[in-house]
């Protein structure tokens, strides 16, 4: 069995709790209701990932004079990282798979294991696909059609970035996981806090506050990876 309280699928009273409440709700009779209690704050935290997606380009709009340069560069840095998540995503959906279908067969040393194996294959796999973004990041720019003074910055922002693949991948991996075990509250108390936090870290570091300097799309990147730490 797993040390970690995480990984204690039997043992979480928090989804415990939430998938208890989900079957009372089902044997009512109510099928609406048991899908609106386990839906609502799923779409209020995909409304809140729109937002933490934006807030860079929001803030890099500001730039003045350079705010053209560095939204096209994170734009198409953006581009390059979405390869690196498509993988990651069909990771975090079949570990959601795994874990809700050992779960109902209430088989909780699988899905223990279900989770941790994900957890493990996730590290491998940000370790594997950060490589050639950090050292390879200026030839996948260019690959995706930057030009001009677009390229150093974009390549600049995808090195630095994917730094905190990792724990990125990670915390992906512990959401899909806590939504199959039927936690959908704490990914969203999660989304918040780390949609503020981009908000105010990108402000400081884009921008310069006090003792930090101006560091534009730079500071976008380091934002984004300390929120992810």
Same mark, same amino acid.
Not at 100 to 119: C, K
Not at 190 to 198: C, F, P
């Given at each position: 069995?797993?040390?970690? &309280?995480?990984?204690?699928?039997?043992?979480?009273?928090?989804?415990?709790?939430?998938?208890?409440?989900?079957?009372?709700?089902?044997? /009512?009779?109510?099928?609406?209701?048991?899908?609106?209690?386990?839906?609502?704050?799923?779409?209020?935290?995909? $409304?809140?990932?729109?937002?933490?997606?934006?807030?860079?380009?929001?803030?890099?709009?500001?730039?003045?004079?350079?705010?053209?340069?560095?939204?096209?560069?994170? /734009?198409?840095?953006?581009?390059?990282?979405?390869?690196?998540?498509?993988?990651?995503?069909?990771?975090?959906?079949?570990?959601?798979?795994?874990? /809700?279908?050992?779960?109902?067969?209430?088989?909780?040393?699988?899905?223990?294991?279900?989770?941790?194996?994900?957890?493990?294959?996730?590290?491998?796999?940000?370790?594997?696909?950060?490589? &050639?973004?950090?050292?390879?990041?200026?030839?996948?720019?260019?690959?995706?059609?930057?030009?001009?003074?677009?390229?150093?910055?974009?390549?600049?922002?995808?090195?630095? $970035? /994917?730094?905190?693949?990792?724990?990125?991948?990670?915390?992906?991996? $512990?959401?899909?996981?806590?939504?199959?075990?039927?936690?959908?509250?704490? &990914?969203?108390?999660?989304?918040?806090?780390?949609?503020?936090?981009?908000?105010?870290?990108?402000?400081?570091?884009?921008?310069?506050?006090?003792?930090?300097?101006?560091?534009?799309?730079?500071?976008?990147?380091?934002?984004?990876?300390?929120?992810?730490?």
């Amino acid at each position: 069995m797993s040390a970690c &309280p995480f990984l204690r699928m039997d043992k979480d009273t928090k989804a415990i709790r939430n998938r208890d409440k989900a079957s009372e709700i089902i044997i /009512s009779g109510s099928i609406w209701k048991a899908v609106w209690y386990i839906a609502w704050p799923t779409a209020i935290n995909t $409304i809140i990932q729109t937002a933490y997606m934006n807030i860079n380009p929001m803030f890099l709009g500001h730039l003045g004079k350079n705010a053209e340069v560095a939204l096209a560069a994170t /734009s198409i840095g953006r581009t390059v990282l979405m390869v690196q998540f498509s993988v990651l995503f069909g990771i975090s959906v079949g570990a959601g798979a795994l874990v /809700s279908r050992f779960l109902g067969a209430e088989v909780y040393d699988d899905a223990d294991e279900a989770a941790r194996q994900s957890l493990w294959l996730s590290i491998v796999v940000g370790v594997v696909t950060m490589l &050639p973004l950090i050292f390879y990041a200026e030839p996948l720019v260019r690959l995706m059609g930057a030009e001009g003074s677009v390229v150093p910055t974009a390549a600049r922002y995808v090195a630095i $970035i /994917s730094y905190s693949s990792i724990p990125a991948f990670l915390s992906m991996i $512990i959401v899909s996981v806590l939504r199959s075990a039927g936690d959908v509250i704490r &990914p969203l108390y999660a989304g918040i806090i780390t949609t503020g936090l981009v908000a105010i870290l990108d402000y400081i570091f884009i921008f310069g506050v006090g003792p930090i300097p101006r560091m534009e799309v730079v500071g976008s990147a380091v934002a984004t990876n300390v929120a992810r730490f």
